[in-house]
Nanobody, 114 residues
Framework: QGQFVESGGGVVQAGGSLRLSCAVS????????IGWYRQAPGKQRELVATIMENGNTNYADSMKGRFTISRDNAKNTVYLQMNSLSPEDTAVYYC????????WGQGTQVTVSS
């Protein structure tokens, strides 16, 4: 099993919501910065949101107000709550360590229908 196991994707109608989960391997999770990324068909992978070890968060402009990243250190898991989804959010979503990128997991597919 790799460092990152993403889950929670699916097919949802525009305006709907999904909650993604990322289980992270390693004993130092609670002091690590973790990010959610996405890659849409034919496009480069982009950073969606990050969460610092102290819980501070940052978002790409197009996600502000719609997406919320959170973490549960007891479970070594990072979440991405996605609301008001649009077809432009269709992508494979991944997590990783932004300051020390490692092998990517399989990701989780999010498909938003119009």
């Amino acid at each position: 099993q790799g460092q990152f196991v993403e889950s929670g994707g699916g097919v949802v109608q525009a305006g709907g919501s999904l909650r993604l989960s990322c289980a992270v391997s390693g004993s130092t999770f609670d002091i690590e910065v973790i990010g959610w990324y996405r890659q849409a068909p034919g496009k480069q992978r982009e950073l969606v949101a990050t969460i610092m070890e102290n819980g501070n968060t940052n978002y790409a402009d197009s996600m502000k107000g719609r997406f919320t990243i959170s973490r549960d250190n007891a479970k070594n898991t990072v979440y991405l709550q996605m609301n008001s989804l649009s077809p432009e959010d269709t992508a494979v979503y991944y997590c990783n360590r932004p300051f020390q990128l490692q092998d990517w997991g399989q990701g989780t597919q999010v498909t938003v229908s119009s």
